[in-house]
C-alpha cells in the first residue's frame, strides 16, 4: 500500500502525499517520500544515523546539532 514517510526522523507517516506537519523535525515543510513497503521499514527512505546509530531526532537520540554539517543539514 502506497504511503508518504518523513525521512527527517519524526516517524511522520501519511496515506496522502503533502509536507511534514511536525514543527519540532528537521525537515518541517518539506515533502514526504512516497513508499509501498507493507513492513514498516520505508526501504532505506528513513536511515540510521552514522555518528549515534540511532534516528536522528530533536526529542532523544542524537545530539544532531554537533553534527549538522557532517551530516549535509546546513548549520
Do not use: A, W
Not at 516517524?11 to 509501498?36: A, F, I, R, T, Y
Amino acid at each position: 500500500m502506497n504511503h508518504y514517510v518523513c525521512t527527517g526522523g519524526c516517524d511522520e507517516v501519511s496515506d496522502n502525499q503533502g509536507v511534514c506537519q511536525n514543527k519540532n523535525c528537521l525537515k518541517n515543510g518539506q515533502p514526504l517520500h512516497k513508499c509501498d513497503c507493507s513492513d514498516k521499514t520505508h526501504h532505506g527512505l528513513i536511515t540510521i544515523c552514522q555518528k549515534c546509530g540511532t534516528l536522528c531526532r530533536t526529542k532523544g537520540g542524537c545530539e544532531v546539532e554537533s553534527f549538522k554539517s557532517e551530516l549535509g543539514l546546513g548549520e
